[in-house]
T-cell receptor
Framework: AQTVTQSQPEMSVQEAETVTLSCTYD???????LFWYKQPPSRQMILVIR??????QNATENRFSVNFQKAAKSFSLKISDSQLGDTAMYFC?????????????FGKGTKLSVIP | KAGVTQTPRYLIKTRGQQVTLSCSPI?????VSWYQQTPGQGLQFLFE???????NKGNFPGRFSGRQFSNSRSEMNVSTLELGDSALYLC?????????????FGPGTRLLVL
């Protein structure tokens, strides 16, 4: 079974500043994927970034980057130059084919508020 | 490409009734997964369908069921509704290509059980 833990229920950041959201996971699988999803007030779940466990290089997508520490089972998300539109719930998730399908296991989420 | 669509977007039912939710995946995606989101339990996996077959099922009672059609569209059904079934039901589709199992979500169906 996989577990995902997000230890920060709420965070805030000033506009244009940088913020890091933490996530730790536990899995016995060797082949797995990690994701950050964003859920704004509209409730639409939007993919922010993905990381394949076999890749050592940290994934980046414009202002979003991750710090993937495989040995520590840590997968943090860094948001640079925060914008008001980044205000949302952020969910860390893992997936592996171990159960025959890539079901996502989600953390409880971090509510991020970007302050003008 | 059009995104994942879900219908209806909002639904109000009473206890004991049954409900059917529909999901149309992104064109070309063959896998459809369903998740339930509640304030108390967070996001929980319900089941996943691939090529009309249920590949995996989460820890939910048998009142929750689903199916997938030959065009990859999926439906989920909840029978004998309970107050605790009030939730946001999210559908996600995936291309299931080697190296890309990313799931893309629809806008969800908000179910309120009275």
């Amino acid at each position: 079974a996989q577990t995902v833990t997000q230890s920060q229920p709420e965070m805030s950041v000033q506009e244009a500043e940088t913020v890091t959201l933490s996530c730790t996971y536990d899995t016995s699988e060797n082949n797995y994927y990690l994701f950050w999803y964003k859920q704004p007030p509209s409730r639409q779940m939007i993919l922010v970034i993905r990381q394949e466990a076999y890749k050592q290089q940290n994934a980046t997508e414009n202002r979003f980057s991750v710090n993937f520490q495989k040995a520590a089972k840590s997968f943090s998300l860094k948001i640079s130059d925060s914008q008001l539109g980044d205000t949302a719930m952020y969910f860390c998730a893992s997936a592996s084919p171990g159960a025959g399908s890539y079901q996502l296991t989600f953390g409880k989420g971090t509510k991020l508020s970007v302050i003008p | 490409k059009a995104g994942v669509t879900q219908t209806p977007r909002y639904l109000i039912k009473t206890r004991g009734q049954q409900v059917t939710l529909s999901c149309s995946p992104i064109s070309g995606h063959r896998s459809v997964s369903w998740y339930q989101q509640t304030p108390g339990q967070g996001l929980q996996f319900l089941f996943e369908y691939f090529s009309e077959t249920q590949r995996n099922k989460g820890n939910f009672p048998g009142r929750f069921s689903g199916r997938q059609f030959s065009n990859s569209r999926s439906e989920m059904n909840v029978s004998t509704l309970e107050l605790g079934d009030s939730a946001l039901y999210l559908c996600a589709s995936s291309p299931t290509l080697a190296g890309d199992e990313t799931q893309y979500f629809g806008p969800g169906t908000r179910l309120l059980v009275l």
